[in-house]
């Protein structure tokens, strides 16, 4: 069964630092790579999407992606009390499923 | 319209009784899914749909769900003598194609089954 892990927090962090969110994978074919930012009681929205091994920024958002350890994570830089929300850890495998979601990372930026 | 809309946006029913609940994707999307996201917990994969067809159903939790797509737009989701369990916020999303970076998610239909 393919799997995506994520710490289900909270993971608190002071106005203006260094958010960091980690998500591992359990299904070593997965291709792509997104994650997702949902407010309490809306629908999920897609924040960044990777495929490549190495790094990728977006504003204050960079997504790292390390095939080898399975790994992915999303750093948002100088975050914003509107950063606080649930961020969701998803993989497409290279077949016919759908996504994995992970259970997602509750953050917290305290102000 | 401008986005994925589901409806009925809540649906409170009775245990045995069934429920359909409705997607309607953005237009030109051909894939469709449906999640279910119980409370406090992470999205549940339910179906994929690829225009009318759906090459993926290992979602489903039993057998009492099924889901179909008529016309490669509007899906439905019926779930058959309702349980409990069931109750949950079912999430659609669409995207152009499977392959496509960002699916786009509706509103929502929250299912609270008594």
């Known amino acids: 069964q393919k799997e995506v892990e994520q710490n289900s927090g909270p993971l608190s962090v002071p106005e203006g630092a260094i958010a960091s969110l980690n998500c591992t994978y359990s299904?070593?074919?997965?291709?792509?790579f997104f994650w997702y930012r949902q407010y309490s009681g809306k629908s999920p929205e897609l924040i960044m999407f990777i495929y490549s091994n190495g790094d990728k920024e977006d504003g204050r958002f960079t997504a790292q992606l390390n095939k080898a350890s399975q790994y992915v994570s999303l750093l948002i830089r100088d975050s914003q009390p509107s950063d606080s929300a649930t961020y969701l850890c998803v993989v497409l495998g290279g077949g016919a499923d759908g996504l994995t979601f992970g259970k997602g990372t509750h953050l917290i930026i305290q102000p | 319209g401008a986005g994925v809309s589901q409806s009925p946006s809540n649906k409170v029913t009775e245990k045995g009784k069934d429920v359909e609940l409705r997607c309607d994707p953005i237009s030109g999307h051909t894939a469709l899914y449906w999640y279910r996201q119980s409370l406090g917990q992470g999205l549940e994969f339910l179906i994929y749909f690829q225009g009318n067809s759906a090459p993926d159903k290992s979602g489903l939790p039993s057998d009492r769900f099924s889901a179909e797509r008529t016309g490669g737009s509007v899906s439905t989701l019926t779930i058959q003598r309702t349980q409990q369990e069931d109750s949950a916020v079912y999430l659609c999303?669409?995207?152009?194609?499977?392959?496509?970076?960002?699916?786009?998610f509706g509103p929502g239909t929250r299912l609270t089954v008594l």
């Open positions: 299904d070593r074919g997965s291709q792509s």
């Open positions: 999303a669409s995207s152009y194609s499977r392959g496509d970076n960002e699916q786009f």
